[in-house]
């Protein structure tokens, strides 16, 4: 990745999506390039029009950045690394006028339990007194220093293993501060600091507004620390602070500004500190002193300004944003501590865990697929999908690996959402089921109000829907933005996703089968008991029925073995889950349907000329989804059918099975080329992590099937980035593919390694 080039380019060059670490604050994310530019962020949630849009965009028009990095950056060596335990991302350059490095982070805010904002703007994470935080010494900074974040925090445990924790740790930010407050309820924080040497640095800052729709005002105090960006229409700002005289001019097409700094180990102040907020239309009414601007001819861009109270510089923004700095790494911190997986993969689990709490929206409990819309599952190609939504099999997923490491309270933040969902559309269906015509399908035990039907509008009804937005709304639409390129020219760039419209009978066996492992470590409700049971004679009227199962083709929909399996799950757990807890339920008519669909399953989706379960009923196609059956006991992993299937998939695309290495293709109906085998689309990170379980668990009578496993677990490891992340897909040349970073791929990896630890150790 290179930083954008002169004006005079038609287009701006974009780098690779394994380029990117990812900083967050459980309402929306940002993606840092190892270059040190943010080219990826939407404000004020995840689901928001990205105000930097460098990551599906190369118009010039239409790109935004906000980009630090040495002027010399074509003799800078970059490094970059998380804060241990933390999402406080540290981009480091290296080159032989010295070492300097930016750290990045994003502070977090606090809802009340009802998910709801504490009062009129979030309060930070700060009321609570900092306790055992790692690395913190006694000699906090004090005052505007403004010291290397290493001054915060030098790794030195000595004061915590004696019990002291520094008094200035107990200082708390203003809660009457109502103007910082705002300004930090949506912001990142940027801490640009010399290690030793003197570096000139470069500093650009060009936001869009509206996907690009919608031109911007650039005003730039008179003092040149700060700038704030206005959209004309809206009115929505983002105003970029520093604590030093930086920002010298707009660029020449005024949508951004260009700044620079000189820092010198023999600085008394040896870095400087960025405070990027992003704040929607004023209606507070909050007041400041007026300000005065420099209103020269060579100059003009910097407006009089005297009503904008947000054109300055905050009182106390250094002392303020260090102090953020180790409430943020401190809460990381903590938060981590909560897992109590302690094997041999813990770096990856922790660093996983920590990127699926950053997909978790606060306030909803709902969990994102991915921070970005439309990256490419193929360059070039139009399978481009936002995937800034809660999926309720991402859900699931990410529910049994929270469980794995033994944090319960975020799974219980997504079984919560859930649970609002399912009543939501409960409600929803009495309102509306005098407007269906009848069902077009009957059982000989059925619940009228949990039938498939066939609404006026053509679509069908279940009782909820596979994806929602992270506020708990459906989705119904798709629009297309034509004013972004797309990650290298792979357009069209999507907002919304049509997947609701689809009909994915999996997704109830997968809700089942998180909550039942769930209810084993927290016991679920009557109430709930009884929207699942509803569930369960949905799944008991419909099982027969074609469906879209976990590829969501659009196209048609088919017998899908994956569905049927999931479908049996959906009776096993609710089976099991009503024994155990003694809940009410028809055992007996439950039984005699979880027999039936296993029959039917083994009868019809088994196909002896291949030796393998198929993708479904008919088909000549493997389906690398079938690895679940012994995932979900619905198989022995013993079983001749089963490891007829195992040994299939596993082989080399060109002998016919799905499997390159430890990358594993999805299926093989339509993704290759005859004459060469070599497919047109990547393997699914994901499904690795699936084959390496199945592999773990034949591992338990077969000692080289677990050696095996094991490799295949430090072979997957190397296709992450540089700080551990994953992407969706891995393309054929090895780089990433598909939404970054993908909460699937990440749950898959937390538990496959636990799995895998277990038998290991």
Request: proline share 4%.
């Amino acid at each position: 990745m290179s930083t954008p080039s002169s004006a005079s380019d038609s287009s701006i060059h974009q780098g690779d999506i394994e380029d990117y670490a990812l900083i967050g604050n459980c309402h929306t994310t940002a993606l840092v390039g190892i270059h040190g530019s943010i080219d990826y962020c939407c404000f004020p949630q995840f689901d928001s029009p990205p105000l930097f849009s460098k990551l599906v965009s190369a118009s010039r028009e239409t790109c935004g950045y906000f980009s630090i990095h040495p002027l010399r950056i074509e003799d800078t060596t970059n490094k970059q690394h998380y804060f241990p335990d933390s999402n406080v991302l540290v981009t480091k350059f290296l080159l032989s006028e010295g070492v300097g490095q930016v750290v990045d982070f994003m502070p977090l805010m606090r809802t009340t339990t009802d998910g709801k904002q504490s009062g009129d703007h979030f309060e930070p994470h700060v009321s609570k007194p900092v306790t055992n935080v790692v690395g913190m010494t006694e000699d906090l900074p004090c005052a505007d220093e403004c010291c290397p974040i290493t001054k915060l925090f030098r790794g030195d445990q000595v004061n915590l293993m004696r019990g002291r924790v520094p008094s200035s740790a107990h200082m708390k930010l203003d809660p009457n501060d109502d103007l910082f407050n705002k300004m930090i309820s949506h912001s990142i924080i940027r801490r640009l600091e010399i290690v030793h040497g003197h570096i000139d640095f470069l500093v650009e800052c060009t936001p869009v507004f509206n996907y690009g729709r919608e031109k911007h005002i650039v005003k730039i105090s008179n003092d040149r620390k700060c700038v704030v960006f206005t959209a004309e229409e809206s009115g929505h700002k983002l105003i970029l602070q520093c604590n030093r005289a930086c920002f010298e001019k707009a660029t020449e097409d005024g949508r951004g500004i260009v700044g620079s700094l000189e820092l010198s180990e023999l600085d008394v102040e040896k870095s400087c500190v960025f405070l990027l907020s992003y704040v929607e239309k004023d209606t507070t009414g909050v007041t400041r002193h007026e300000e005065t601007f420099n209103t020269s001819e060579e100059d003009s861009h910097r407006k009089s300004v005297d009503s904008d109270k947000y054109c300055r510089i905050l009182p106390g923004l250094v002392h303020k944003t260090n102090q953020l700095a180790v409430e943020t790494i401190t809460y990381w911190q903590n938060y981590i501590k909560r897992s109590e997986y302690q094997g041999i993969f813990r770096e990856q689990v922790n660093r996983s865990l920590l990127a699926l709490k950053l997909l978790m929206f606060e306030k909803t409990g709902a969990i994102i697929s991915s921070p970005t819309t439309s990256l490419p599952k193929v360059i070039g190609g139009e399978r481009n999908y936002d995937y800034r939504y809660f999926w309720m099999r991402d859900g699931t997923f990410a529910i049994n690996a929270f469980l794995q490491a033994s944090m319960i309270d975020d799974a219980a933040k997504i079984i919560g959402f859930i649970e609002r969902m399912i009543h939501y559309e409960m409600e929803e269906r009495h309102k509306q089921r005098d407007m269906d015509v009848p069902a077009i399908v009957a059982a000989e035990e059925q619940v009228s109000d949990i039938d498939i039907v066939t609404t006026t509008s053509g679509t069908m009804r279940a009782p909820i829907h596979n994806i929602y937005t992270i506020d708990g709304k459906s989705l119904d639409h798709v629009e297309e933005i034509t004013t972004f390129t797309g990650f290298r020219n792979s357009r069209p760039v999507r907002v919304g996703n049509m997947a609701t419209q689809n009909i994915e009978l999996d997704i109830y066996g997968e809700l089942m089968d998180a909550i039942y492992s769930y209810d084993s470590k927290r016991p679920i409700s009557y109430d709930l008991w009884l929207k699942l049971r509803k569930m369960v004679e949905f799944v008991i009227v419909n099982w027969k029925n074609p469906d879209h199962s976990i590829w969501e083709k659009t196209s048609a929909t088919a017998h899908y073995v994956y569905s049927k399996v999931m479908a049996w799950c959906c009776l096993d757990r609710a089976i099991r889950l009503a024994e155990r807890r003694s809940f009410p339920a028809p055992i007996q008519h439950w039984l005699k349907t979880r027999n039936e669909i296993y029959e039917d399953i083994m009868k019809k989706g088994y196909n002896e000329k291949l030796g393998s379960f198929v993708q479904s009923y008919g088909s000549n196609a493997l389906d690398v989804s079938l690895l679940i059956m012994p995932l979900v006991n619905f198989l022995s992993i013993s079983d001749p059918r089963m490891i007829s299937t195992i040994e299939t998939i596993d082989r080399k695309p060109k002998e016919g099975g799905l499997v390159s290495s430890s990358l594993v293709y999805r299926n093989n109906d339509i993704h290759h080329q005859d004459k060469t085998m070599r497919f047109t689309e990547g393997t699914y990170n994901m499904f690795s992590f699936w084959l390496l379980r199945v592999l773990a668990l034949m591992g338990d009578r077969d000692k080289k099937k677990l050696r095996q496993a094991q490799l295949m677990f430090e072979k997957i490891s190397t296709f992450s980035n540089h700080v551990d992340l994953f992407s969706e897909i891995t393309s054929f040349t090895g780089n990433m593919l598909g939404n970054f970073i993908h909460c699937n791929t990440h749950a898959s990896l937390i538990v496959a390694a636990v799995e895998l630890s277990k038998r290991l150790e």
